[in-house]
């Protein structure tokens, strides 16, 4: 079995160019395309909760998303022929009329890191694209984001246009800086995730709930 610690190490240090070169050697010698993968995830989940724990903040997050980004870049070929899919499809945006964007792309970063395929529809996005977007991929999840306490209103609004589209399978996950729990559970959210670094253990519950 090959040692893969280097290359969980290289990602959670945030260096690029080392997880690149690391995959690839793993790549190379044969190593089972499913063990290089956790060996990534583990390094994300162990950013996520250094993030919780306050122990580092978002550029360092930032940092170690982007080198975990470039190596599964060389991975994801590798997945696809050994017939290894993400666990599930997810869609992520931030809600009509809110156009940040930063907390969304961490969020992304992390489920892509979970072995999550993300569907990003960016910012300014209505109601009905989430659930038109939903079903066209199938997506098990989506992540809606809001920055303002003037747009996160939009988000009871999303949750019915998913529940109205029938996509009763499909758990919608919210967050940003005025989101709370109580708001989440008031709109009918099925999960409320605090910051980035949680947003994968809620997500991996919904998943299994």
Known sequence: ??????????????DRTTAVRLAQEAVAAGT????????????????????????????EMLIAARAMKEAMAV??????????????????????????????????MMWKGANIEVVDLGTNVP????????????????????????????????????RTAGLDDTKVIVGGAPVTEAFAREIGADAYAGD?????????AALRG
């Open 1 to 14: 079995m090959a040692d893969l610690a280097p290359l969980t190490a290289a990602i959670e240090a945030g």
């Open 32 to 59: 089972p395309p499913q063990e290089i993968l956790d060996s990534m995830t583990f390094a994300m989940q162990e950013i996520g909760g250094r993030f919780q724990r306050n122990e580092i903040w978002v550029p």
């Open 75 to 108: 991975l994801e070929p590798v997945l696809v022929g050994a017939g290894i899919k993400p666990e599930a499809t997810a869609i992520l945006g931030t809600v009509k009329g809110d156009l940040h964007d930063i907390g969304k792309n961490l969020v992304g």
């Open 127 to 162: 109601p009905a694209r989430f659930a038109e977007a939903a079903k066209e991929h199938g997506a098990r999840l989506v992540g809606v984001s809001a920055l303002l306490t003037t747009t996160m209103v939009g988000m009871r609004d999303v949750v019915a246009a998913i």
């Open 196 to 204: 980035a670094g949680s947003a994968v253990e809620v997500a991996q």
